[in-house]
């Protein structure tokens, strides 16, 4: 097949006449390139007499002939490294400068799980194959009092237990310390005298069962301290515990949840009045915490939660009161004596 080759020149302007207005051409010279002659000059392509589809008829993005059958160039096998991407930009635009005020939470069964930063909550989600919309972003610098209240709600129980042998039922509250593991106050079991020598065999004919929205379920009791009035259960309900917190400061907003007269999980909230005070004079009686907010019968064993960060730092434990009458003198047993009984009581506990 003869192929006709027409020398053409290049469209580079020369500076022998006048760039803006008139550009010229250079001259033809021995180095000028020769190209096919269905090959158009960029010249041809800026003076219009060439239309550069007639001679490439698939120009202008089509990878082949025919219609596209992605409107995408990006190869299908690089969606890994573009979710990858997505993530990072989520993760730099929302921790920029934020990092000490931000937590991270991913949705599990039965709960959540807090991370101190994206990176973390990520590769968890990824480990346990759990969706990317999981991971949310959790506002520490100013936490939002309803909702640590509407979480701590999820981790509070109704208690019912029944003294088998006197046929006595004695209700109060329960909250989580850790998976399948609840706190609950000794007397919310068997009423006793706390001036009394009383061994933790002495809860053994308790039935105890934990309430909540109707469902009732079976507790067993795993130990018991009837000198600080505090008892551990187990229960086999899936729900996220709640932390521990044994730093605090008279004045503090707090929130108490309980179950008074056996209206499950009821909310009230107040102040810490003072720390440190003896009720008691028996030999390991501990010391209190006055609490002035609204405490009645069946409030025994709830949580006292921090409204600052949504952690425990005591549990409701009496009504300071003669008579029987209610004064809004309230006692609960710190945090730290709860925290102490945890690690004595449950293998590898952690309060956060």
Known sequence: MNIKKVAQRTSLPFDNRRWNSDPSISPATSKTTIPFNNVPTIRDIMDGGVNIRDVYPHAGGDWSPGEDVSKSYKEPGDDYKRREKD????????????????????????????????NLARDYVRENNLPFSYISRIAQAQPNKVGIIADSLNKTFLVKSIDTVNGVMETGSAFCVAPTYFITCAHVLKSYN?????SSQFFNDATVSLVQGGTEQ????????PKLDIALLKCNIDTEPLEIETAIMIGEEIVAIGSPHGYENNVSTGTLGSIGRKIYTYKGAPEYMFIDLSVFPGSSGGPVIKASTGKVVGMVTLIVSTGGSNYGLNAALPASYIQEFCRTNIKNFSSK
């Open 194 to 198: 706390k001036h009394q020598e009383i």
């Open 87 to 118: 993530e990072q930009i989520i993760a730099n635009m929302l921790d920029k400068g934020k990092s000490e005020e931000q937590q991270w939470k991913v949705k599990v069964r039965g709960g959540s799980k807090t991370f101190i930063s994206f």
């Open 218 to 225: 079976r507790a067993v009791v795993i130990n018991t301290d």
